[in-house]
């Protein structure tokens, strides 16, 4: 059974930092293209990052310099360092394949930013 399972989220204030892990139960993914995923309250799910199988990565404008996505392939891991976190950031973030398959979107774990 495919499983993607987010970890790391909590409360920070804004500035500061959390890592998320997304642990999937194997390779799952077309290319193993691995992508970070967000939804904030009253929003579409917007694309954040994606990694490829050799950690070549994107990012949205709103993450470019401040996140960074990274994988073990070892461990079928995906992180997301965020730093200099804004309230805007809020939200229930999800990793998935890139593109996502629909079937594979996990709980995701949620991020809250105060101001």
């Known amino acids: 059974q495919v499983q993607l399972v987010e970890s790391g989220g909590g409360l920070v204030q804004a500035g500061g930092s959390l890592r998320l892990s997304c642990a999937a139960s194997?390779?799952?993914?077309?290319?193993?293209?691995m992508g970070w995923y967000r939804q904030a309250p009253g929003k579409q799910r917007e694309l954040v990052a994606t990694i490829t199988s050799l950690g070549s990565s994107n990012y949205a404008p709103s993450a470019k310099g401040r996140f960074t996505i990274s994988r073990d392939n070892a461990k079928n891991t995906v992180y997301l360092q965020m730093n200099s976190l804004e309230p805007e950031d809020t939200a229930v973030y999800y990793c998935?394949?890139?593109?996502?398959?629909?079937?594979?979107w996990g709980q995701g774990t949620q991020v809250t930013v105060s101001s």
């Open positions: 998935n394949c890139y593109p996502p398959v629909e079937n594979f």
């Open positions: 194997g390779r799952i993914c077309r290319g193993n293209l």
